[in-house]
């Protein structure tokens, strides 16, 4: 078989075992509460004091790509003005500044649900 549509299906299914596994271990467990007596509304989080996810994900998608951008200005002045390798600054001043941009993201987002 050709490898090109190889590629496609098998991430297809393994994202489709993966949501199936999970959808139905939690209908087990669910259906293992109900059956001992436990109450339903333990089953509704209480979501009134978390911030919604649209703003969460704003938050984390504005300083990520925030912070790739800084990478990249940060890169190319250590490329021109320092003389480091182009092949050595670009990719790695841009993971590093995403992943402190996750991190400041991750962190801001603990804040809000604080409040």
């Known amino acids: 078989m050709n490898g090109q549509i190889l590629v496609p299906i098998s991430m297809f299914l393994a994202i489709f075992g993966?949501?199936?596994l999970f959808l139905s271990t939690r209908n087990k467990e669910r259906l293992a509460?109900?059956?001992?007596?436990?109450?339903?509304?333990?089953f509704m989080r209480d979501r009134s004091h978390t911030s919604p996810v649209w703003k969460i994900l704003i938050l984390?998608?504005?300083?990520?790509?925030?912070?790739?951008g800084l990478g990249v200005?940060?890169?190319s002045i250590?490329?021109?003005?320092v003389g480091v390798d182009e092949d050595v600054a670009y990719p790695g001043t841009?993971?590093?500044m995403a992943g402190i941009g996750l991190f400041v993201g991750f962190n801001m987002t603990k804040n809000l649900d604080k409040k």
């Open 60 to 68: 984390n998608l504005a300083l990520l790509l925030m912070a790739i």
């Open 78 to 81: 250590l490329h021109y003005n």
């Open 73 to 75: 200005f940060i890169a």
């Open 18 to 20: 993966i949501i199936y």
């Open 33 to 42: 509460l109900i059956e001992k007596g436990a109450d339903a509304s333990i």
């Open 94 to 96: 841009i993971f590093l």
